[in-house]
């Protein structure tokens, strides 16, 4: 629940800042990640499927940790809603000093999580809310900052 509104196909859905920056003319400061192929690589996030893990990368501005992980610990009833309703589950942000790890997993497929939350005055507003305090949200293209799968080791789960 990190942070734009707009978000679609593409996009990182609820909490990701990036389209309500660039309809605003900010784009901040954005580099392209070492290796990306471009659509080829970045599609490995924006056309997962059902189920599958989605990674995307955020960077924030020094100084606005503590209010961003007091906004998250928050986190608007209305938007956990929204969530729910964009089949949007097992959804997690990590946090190394100003680098924003978000891993999530969509009931049926990314596209359509995306569609849900472009829709909604809720994620508009989340992301209004929060845009101040990122710093990176998309390569120099505008799109996300996807990360790709390099290494899985299912293991054995515990017996239920």
């Known amino acids: 629940m990190s942070a734009p509104a707009g978000a679609g196909p593409g996009r990182p859905p609820a909490g990701d800042t990036g389209p309500a920056r ?20 970045r599609a490995a996030g924006a056309t997962a499927g059902p189920g599958e893990q989605v990674c995307h990368l955020y960077r924030l501005r020094p100084g606005a940790e503590a209010e961003y992980e007091r906004r998250h610990a928050e986190v608007w009833p209305e938007l956990s809603a ?7 589950y097992d959804y997690a942000i990590y946090r190394r000093d100003l680098l924003l790890v978000c891993v999530l997993r ?4 990314f596209a359509h999580a995306g569609a849900v939350t472009a829709a909604s005055r809720v ?20 799109e996300p900052l996807w990360a ?3 290494f899985h080791h299912p293991g054995h789960p515990p017996p239920a």
């Not at 929204?82 to 949007?88: F, M, P, S, V, Y």
């Open 22 to 41: 660039r309809a605003a003319g900010d784009t901040g400061p954005t580099r392209r990640a070492a290796g990306d192929t471009g659509p080829a690589r």
């Open 82 to 88: 929204l969530l729910d309703e964009a089949g949007i």
């Open 148 to 150: 790709h799968r390099v």
């Open 123 to 142: 994620q508009a507003r989340w992301t209004a809310s929060l845009a101040h305090l990122f710093a990176e949200i998309a390569d120099a293209d505008g």
């Open 106 to 109: 969509t009931r049926s497929g």
